[in-house]
């Protein structure tokens, strides 16, 4: 089974148009998302409207979340949160519906997957929980791997029973040990803070433990122009350029 993971796509059409052209090609198995598929970006409706045609699983972000629950928008900085009512405004009743649906966590194919910190954790970061918290998460863990998003940024956690490592990701391929538990970070396709503009997504086959690290190029310039007309904060489209690295 060959599975993209794909995380905080952020309203960003023209990226998830982008990745997945290149997971069509690669005749991938299944397409699971982490959540935060809508907010920052322009076409939050246009990407809703993709995962459903396509019936792509995902979890619940926070920006779901917030959509879910508008208590939960004084979570946000204040140019996070106008966005988010933007993107509010965007939204149909259908959508709006089919996102408060969402279920914190999902488990599929032996691995987890949740937003922000296993095993259900849609607001924390994975870098804000403490190395012990983090080892005795991971031995409560029943699968062997957990992908996460939320920060924007590659990244996997490994733990042997002993010994705790956190390395960076970067695009390429790597094989798992099976004898290892993991908390890998997939990055973001529409709103990347590694410091690199490309749209990031991952690629795991359960068969053989391959892990493919997978970056695109967009014309992120035309989303920016469309974030910029939508009202949106003008950061966010900065930002894309760049590949920032900021909370959010
Ligand atoms: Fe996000």
């Keep these: 089974m060959k599975i993209a993971i794909l995380s905080d796509i952020h309203g960003n059409l023209e ?32 990407v809703m409207d993709i995962l ?17 629950n508008r208590a939960n928008l ?46 259900a954790n849609i607001f924390l970061y994975l870098f804000q929980v403490p190395e012990k918290k983090l080892i005795q998460k991971l031995d409560q863990l029943q699968e062997h791997i957990c992908f996460v998003g939320h920060t924007h940024d590659l990244g996997i956690i490994s733990w042997d029973g002993a010994c705790l490592t956190k390395d960076k990701l970067v695009p390429g391929i790597c094989r798992l040990d099976e004898n290892k538990k993991y908390i890998i970070n997939a990055g973001s396709v529409g709103q990347p803070r590694d410091g690199t503009p490309e749209a990031k997504f991952l690629v795991y086959d359960t ?13 992120f310039a ?5 974030i910029i007309a939508a009202g949106i904060p003008k950061m966010y489209a900065e930002k894309l350029a760049v590949g920032a690295d900021i909370k959010g």
């Design 15 to 46: 990226a998830l148009q982008t990745v997945l052209a290149e997971i069509h090609s690669l005749h991938l198995d299944e397409v699971i998302c982490l959540g935060d598929n809508i907010g920052y970006g322009p076409d939050s409706q246009a």
């Design 52 to 68: 459903e045609g396509q019936k792509i699983a995902s979890v619940m972000g926070n920006h779901e979340m917030a959509v879910k």
């Design 74 to 119: 004084a979570w946000f900085n204040p140019m996070a949160r106008k966005a988010l009512e933007i993107t509010l405004a965007q939204l149909s009743g259908t959508a709006v519906a089919k996102i408060c649906k969402l279920p914190f966590f999902l488990v599929k194919h032996g691995l987890r997957f949740v937003h922000g910190v296993p095993p």
């Design 207 to 219: 068969q053989t433990r391959q892990l493919s690290v997978r970056a695109v190029n967009y014309p």
């Design 222 to 226: 035309d989303t920016g122009k469309k």
